[in-house]
């Protein structure tokens, strides 16, 4: 779990994803082509010690599946539905302001 925390500190928006998960790469063209936000992408299938943090993913969580998981400011957020919801109530681009992803 320490290694999800201190990569889900290195920058202002971290996504845990799966290279071949299709609510992954959702999640990470809303960050990147919709809200212009330069997220840090961790395909956990691409890093030798992945099932482990996939593993301190789903405990975080407390569910499946465990990814995309997404960090803004170094807090866990969720994955795609809460991620999606916020965006669709109006609450994402605040927070991501307040995170300093965005400056508009």
């Known amino acids: 779990m320490d290694r999800v ?37 961790h395909e956990l299938d691409q890093d030798p010690r992945g099932k482990e943090m996939e593993k301190a993913l ?6 499946e599946p465990s990814v995309p998981v997404v960090f803004i ?3 866990l957020i969720g994955g795609t539905h809460k991620v999606m919801s916020l965006h669709l109530g109006g609450e ?12 508009l």
């Open 5 to 41: 925390m201190n990569l889900a500190s290195e920058r202002a928006v971290v996504v845990f994803t799966m290279s071949s998960d299709c609510m992954c790469h959702t999640v990470e063209r809303l960050f990147s082509d919709q809200l212009g936000v330069n997220a840090l992408v």
């Open 58 to 63: 789903l405990k975080m969580l407390g569910r």
């Open 73 to 75: 400011g170094g807090k």
């Open 92 to 103: 994402l681009v605040p927070m991501l302001k307040n995170a300093g992803a965005l400056w």
